[in-house]
């Protein structure tokens, strides 16, 4: 593996952090702010309007995309530094329309649409004027097994007509999300994994409702959100189908990967994050006419810190790699590391963070809590902790009797 990051990638990483310097951190008070007081929390603030305007006109917009859909062409390994840059604030992925869904989102649309669905919604999605959100999950069934949601959409000629209840849409409150990928059972009775299949559901079809908003350790999320949806006999055309019927699970399967790469980047972002907040207290903060950062302490909390974060990152740069080289199913073993590695990582640098800042540490003078509990989540979102660590021990467990057979054979 090379680690030498090339040349233009460097140069968008250092462009992307002094733009984070520069506009995204400055403005992450007023964003909150401008958020608490609107009169509709749903839409985009106008402070973000701003900066995802000023990153789109200095060219650091869709780092993830192909050039084909308009975006900047970047490999996963290639963006892997970038995402790291731009996730160390909570607003970061939004401004340069980076975020995990919207990428997966586009490249579903891009590979599995049909043409007109294209022509409706990709371009616009990749321009920023639109989001898009992908929706699962679903109330009473684990989510641990896909396999087994339940929602259903059956063919009525030139139609789908769904019917049923999705729990916990990442993104569904948006009043800019105009579209969105619905997981349905389309044929309950083919194999497990032959069941389901994804259709596009335009926002405001007569019988889609968008229910209540779940919020997170208090936080409602704005102005995302994560509620349920409602379909009563809900009626898109045929072409709406995503790929062909059936191929639901193996295109979720597709793109998880990916997303979880996404995510575990995210989650070194925040730790990075996490981590200067920590040293630049330490540094200015002064009791009994001693800085924090010359306690040992503290020393040994950063210290751990950074070996948290630089491993977790080796990690992720193996991932990327095996993913480009040898594709997911190669990966399948290191891709449920990292799922479960990063966000854990996370949650113990930003915890270390938020004891030494005390009560500035939990409120909103400082990111450190929002991060947390964003963390927290991603420990049970697109797969709990537990579920991957069985994945890790099936990997293993071949492995070492593949070997053992191996040096038999010797």
Same mark, same amino acid.
């Given at each position: 593996?090379?680690?030498?990051?090339?040349?233009?990638?460097?140069?968008?990483?250092?462009r992307?952090?002094?733009?984070?310097?520069?506009?995204?951190?400055?403005?992450?008070?007023?964003?909150f702010?401008?958020?608490e007081?609107?009169?509709?929390?749903?839409?985009?603030?106008?402070?973000?309007?701003?900066?995802?305007?000023?990153?789109?006109?200095?060219?650091?917009?869709?780092?993830?995309?192909?050039?084909?859909?308009?975006?900047?062409g970047?490999?996963?390994?290639?963006?892997?530094?970038?995402?790291?840059?731009?996730?160390?604030?909570?607003?970061?992925?939004?401004?340069f329309?980076?975020?995990?869904?919207?990428?997966?989102?586009?490249?579903?649309?891009?590979?599995?649409?049909?043409p007109?669905v294209?022509?409706?919604?990709?371009?616009?999605?990749?321009?920023?004027?639109?989001?898009?959100?992908?929706?699962?999950?679903?109330?009473?069934?684990?989510?641990?097994?896909?396999?087994?949601?339940?929602f259903?959409?059956?063919?009525?000629?030139?139609?789908?007509?769904?019917?049923?209840?999705?729990?916990?849409?990442?993104?569904?409150?948006? #009043?800019?999300?105009?579209?969105?990928?619905?997981?349905?059972?389309?044929?309950?009775?083919?194999?497990?994994?032959?069941?389901?299949?994804?259709?596009?559901v335009?926002?405001?079809?007569?019988?889609?409702?968008?229910?209540?908003?779940?919020?997170?350790f208090?936080?409602?999320h704005?102005?995302?959100?994560?509620?349920?949806?409602k379909?009563?006999n809900?009626?898109v055309?045929?072409?709406?189908?995503?790929?062909?019927?059936g191929?639901?699970?193996?295109?979720?399967?597709s793109?998880?990967?990916?997303?979880?790469?996404?995510?575990?980047?995210?989650?070194?972002?925040?730790?990075?994050?996490?981590?200067?907040?920590?040293?630049?207290?330490?540094?200015?903060?002064?009791?009994?006419?001693?800085?924090?950062?010359?306690?040992?302490?503290?020393?040994?909390?950063?210290?751990?810190?950074?070996?948290?974060?630089?491993?977790?990152?080796?990690?992720?740069?193996k991932?990327?790699?095996l993913?480009?080289?040898?594709?997911?199913?190669?990966?399948?073993?290191?891709?449920?590391?990292?799922?479960?590695?990063?966000?854990?990582?996370?949650?113990?640098?930003?915890?270390?963070?938020?004891?030494?800042?005390?009560?500035?540490?939990?409120?909103?003078?400082?990111?450190?809590?929002?991060?947390?509990?964003?963390?927290?989540?991603?420990r049970?979102?697109?797969? #709990?902790?537990?579920?991957?660590?069985?994945?890790?021990?099936?990997?293993?467990?071949?492995?070492?009797?593949?070997?053992?057979?191996?040096?038999?054979?010797?």
């Amino acid at each position: 593996m090379d680690f030498d990051i090339p040349a233009h990638v460097a140069e968008l990483r250092d462009r992307a952090e002094q733009f984070m310097e520069e506009h995204v951190y400055p403005a992450e008070q007023t964003y909150f702010h401008q958020l608490e007081s609107a009169e509709d929390p749903w839409k985009w603030p106008p402070v973000m309007r701003e900066l995802r305007a000023k990153a789109k006109a200095a060219g650091l917009w869709n780092f993830a995309l192909s050039k084909e859909i308009g975006g900047l062409g970047l490999s996963l390994m290639e963006y892997a530094p970038i995402s790291a840059i731009i996730n160390r604030s909570p607003m970061g992925p939004e401004v340069f329309n980076c975020y995990s869904g919207t990428i997966l989102n586009a490249r579903t649309l891009a590979q599995f649409a049909t043409p007109t669905v294209k022509e409706k919604y990709l371009t616009r999605l990749v321009a920023g004027e639109i989001r898009a959100c992908i929706s699962i999950t679903e109330a009473g069934v684990p989510g641990s097994d896909p396999t087994d949601l339940k929602f259903e959409a059956r063919r009525e000629g030139n139609e789908w007509v769904l019917n049923g209840t999705k729990d916990w849409a990442t993104g569904a409150m948006q #009043a800019e999300t105009e579209v969105f990928l619905v997981l349905c059972c389309t044929a309950p009775d083919a194999a497990r994994h032959a069941r389901h299949s994804f259709i596009v559901v335009p926002r405001g079809t007569p019988g889609m409702t968008i229910g209540r908003n779940q919020s997170i350790f208090g936080y409602n999320h704005a102005p995302y959100g994560h509620p349920e949806i409602k379909f009563e006999n809900v009626r898109v055309p045929a072409e709406n189908l995503l790929g062909n019927e059936g191929e639901g699970f193996a295109l979720m399967q597709s793109s998880l990967g990916i997303g979880r790469v996404n995510l575990t980047m995210g989650a070194i972002g925040a730790a990075e994050r996490a981590l200067q907040e920590l040293c630049e207290w330490a540094e200015s903060r002064i009791i009994s006419g001693t800085p924090l950062a010359e306690r040992g302490v503290v020393q040994e909390a950063i210290a751990n810190s950074r070996i948290d974060i630089d491993q977790a990152t080796a990690l992720a740069y193996k991932t990327a790699f095996l993913l480009e080289k040898y594709g997911a199913k190669a990966a399948r073993s290191e891709i449920a590391q990292c799922k479960v590695l990063a966000p854990n990582m996370a949650l113990r640098v930003i915890d270390r963070a938020i004891q030494f800042h005390g009560g500035a540490g939990v409120s909103f003078e400082k990111p450190l809590a929002e991060m947390y509990a964003y963390q927290r989540t991603v420990r049970m979102g697109e797969g #709990a902790d537990e579920v991957h660590r069985i994945t890790v021990a099936k990997a293993e467990l071949k492995r070492q009797r593949e070997y053992r057979e191996n040096r038999k054979a010797r």
